[in-house]
């Protein structure tokens, strides 16, 4: 159903199910249950040889569960049992009971490509007016009433993302999809991408515990991300 380099699932999807609990089915049983973030449900494919039609979502954003509680644990274990089973004489039907879906990977992707889609109906002036720097390279791009998002397609497995919102703030962000060495030699690549509209290496700084990196000199504009983009790409 997907490519093997996971590039054809968007970051901003895996973004909708936060922290979750994936599984694979064979005969309407499950062979393998995992938890993860971003893309960790299709690490198996090639290791085990399973099909993402046979994945499930078992539950997603488990962060909704604050850690700071003393009995977390069990608290989300109480609310899984009382959504699954729904027992009678319970007074309260669960905390966080969206939380536990069982629903097919596809079509919780396919649900997420509609909802992209219909974003499509309004378009802003500034991605009409620098188009040709957009076009064929664009993966997923989300526009809400206060914030827009352009993720683009991975190259060298790199992938930016730029977002803007109604008050003119701009961000620029690249999620790198490797490790190790790889990971080294794609960051001194960025790092030159960089350099070349004299952007200091150290403003390129992780955002978090994935492999994205923000980029940002203190003054970061619109025509200064999408000339990057265009750059990037070229």
Known sequence: MFDKDFESVPYTFWETLG?????????????????????????????????????????????????????VQSFLLESFLISKNNPRDNSVAGHYKECF?????????????????????????????????FAGRLNVIVIKSGNHLMEFSTRQQMQPTIGINTEGDVSLTVAVHCR???????????????????????????????EIYSIDDGNMTA????????????
């Open 19 to 71: 922290q979750y609990v994936y599984g694979y089915k064979e005969n309407d049983e499950f062979v393998y249950i995992g938890k993860g973030n971003g893309n960790r449900a299709l690490s198996h494919i090639d290791s085990k040889e399973y099909d993402t039609d046979n994945l499930y979502i078992i539950a997603k954003n488990l962060e909704k569960f604050k850690t700071e509680k003393k009995d």
């Open 180 to 210: 190790d060495e790889q990971l080294q030699m794609r960051l001194k690549q960025l790092e030159q991408f960089c350099a070349a509209f004299e952007i200091d290496q150290d403003k390129l700084t992780k955002t978090g515990a994935r």
């Open 223 to 234: 025509d200064l991300a999408f000339n990057f983009i265009n750059d990037f790409y070229s």
């Open 101 to 133: 879906i069982m629903a097919k990977f596809s079509e919780l992707f396919e649900e997420f490509k509609k909802d992209q889609h219909d974003n499509f109906e309004a378009m802003p002036e500034w991605y009409t007016n620098n188009y040709e720097k």
